[in-house]
């Protein structure tokens, strides 16, 4: 019996591979997302360090270093998928902050994009960055290291 192209392509969507490219093309679009936020905090810094946000008390200024550290840098890690799950918690924690203490009053329209990365960061803390990523070459390069050692001292 031959196959219809739309189970061909269903097929295709429920494979391992698919899923690490789903993955990798997720952390890319809201790496590159977050990044554009951070840079246009950097370009505005001037402006910005007197005025930004201070929900936690440090001061508008380290307020802003902070979360432009957190936005670039962060953003950088997460699009080459490397320390991913280390990379995603400030995200994660800026975006409580954003969401949840930044606006005078909660309404979903100033809540929405915050919360929108928030559950996207906590879906990759969740799963992982995936197979195209640093973390996967740099964790099989540690297993390849690992077994040759563990052959090596069972020959001797």
């Given at each position: 019996?031959?196959?219809?192209?739309?189970?061909?392509?269903?097929?295709?969507?429920?494979?391992?591979?698919?899923?690490?490219?789903?993955?990798?093309?997720?952390?890319?679009?809201?790496?590159?997302?977050?990044?554009?936020?951070?840079?246009?905090?950097?370009?505005?810094?001037?402006?910005?360090?007197?005025?930004?946000?201070?929900?936690?008390?440090?001061?508008?200024?380290?307020?802003?270093?902070?979360?432009?550290?957190?936005?670039?840098?962060?953003?950088?890690?997460?699009?080459?998928?490397?320390?991913?799950?280390?990379?995603?918690?400030?995200?994660?924690?800026?975006?409580?902050?954003?969401?949840?203490?930044?606006?005078?009053?909660l309404t979903m329209s100033?809540?929405?994009?915050?919360?929108?990365?928030?559950?996207?960061?906590?879906?990759?803390?969740?799963?992982?960055?995936?197979?195209?990523?640093?973390?996967?070459?740099?964790?099989?390069?540690?297993?390849?290291?690992?077994?040759?050692?563990?052959?090596?001292?069972?020959?001797?």
């Open positions: 019996m031959m196959k219809t192209p739309l189970q061909n392509f269903w097929n295709l969507m429920l494979t391992e591979k698919a899923s690490n490219f789903s993955l990798l093309f997720l952390r890319c679009f809201i790496g590159i997302m977050m990044l554009t936020h951070g840079i246009a905090k950097i370009e505005n810094f001037g402006t910005l360090s007197t005025s930004f946000a201070d929900p936690i008390g440090l001061g508008s200024t380290l307020s802003l270093v902070l979360m432009i550290l957190t936005e670039v840098g962060c953003s950088i890690l997460l699009i080459v998928g490397l320390i991913t799950r280390l990379a995603v918690l400030p995200l994660i924690f800026g975006m409580i902050i954003a969401a949840f203490f930044t606006y005078p009053e100033s809540v929405e994009l915050p919360l929108l990365y928030l559950g996207i960061y906590i879906f990759i803390l969740l799963a992982g960055p995936g197979k195209y990523s640093v973390d996967y070459l740099l964790q099989q390069a540690y297993i390849t290291v690992k077994n040759s050692r563990k052959d090596t001292t069972t020959k001797n």
